[in-house]
């Protein structure tokens, strides 16, 4: 039942090498956009990763000075309980 006939076959070939045929001539095709706006993009790419870390790094360093964050000196020390 899930068989194919010669003719069905040949179909799903066809349509495999018409597909085929597209994706070549897609690829071989030049790039129409210019380089610029390429090195524009890796530049507000870089800047915007720039101020990602410089805002983390803000927000952590608030955090830590708003928290009053105290390591622990020893393991004995946080393993006791607190009174």
Do not use: D, N
């Amino acid at each position: 039942m899930g068989r194919l006939t010669r003719e069905e076959r040949r179909r799903v070939f066809l349509a495999q090498e018409k597909a085929r045929r597209a994706m070549q001539r897609s690829m071989a095709c030049p790039q129409s956009t210019p380089e610029e706006p390429r090195v524009q993009r890796w530049g507000l790419l870089w800047f915007f990763r720039a101020a990602m870390i410089a805002t983390l790094l803000a927000a952590g360093w608030s955090a830590y000075r708003a928290v009053e964050f105290h390591a622990p000196e020893s393991i004995v020390e946080t393993l006791l309980p607190r009174r």
